[in-house]
């Protein structure tokens, strides 16, 4: 079984900054792709990013490459994401997860692992 716990989310101006971290439980993530999603109020959940963790290859949406960046503390088993120049359109609850797969996935349905999620809001 494999728990994830999101945390760093908060209430920013627009132009800052977060980082979101993601506690993993499992011991090893070899086999594994960790990702960030985000849910907008009435919107569907949106791939923002993911990372193979044995390949260390990385995949963001494209409307969001150049200020979010994805990242990984082995020995933490920590996944980060560091989000700079936010927008309020960036405001929605930031989902990490995992999936069983060493190829990187964006759809949501591919991965089986998800956290609580951590509210993000940046105001104008």
């Known amino acids: 079984q494999v728990q994830l716990v999101e945390s760093g989310g908060g209430l920013v101006q627009a132009g800052g900054s977060l980082r979101l971290s993601c506690a993993a439980s499992a011991r090893t993530f070899s086999t594994y792709t960790m990702g960030w999603f985000r849910q907008a109020p009435g919107k569907e959940r949106e791939f923002v990013a993911a990372r193979s963790w044995l390949m260390g290859n990385t995949y963001y949406a494209d409307s969001l490459k150049g200020r979010f960046t994805i990242s990984r503390d082995n020995a933490e088993n920590t996944l980060y994401l560091q989000m700079n120049s936010l927008k309020p359109e960036d405001t929605a609850t930031y989902y990490c997860?995992?999936?069983?797969?060493?190829?990187?996935?964006?759809?949501?349905?591919?991965?089986?692992?998800w956290g609580q999620g951590t509210q993000v809001t940046v105001s104008s």
């Open positions: 997860a995992a999936a069983p797969t060493v190829i990187v996935k964006t759809s949501p349905h591919a991965y089986d692992y």
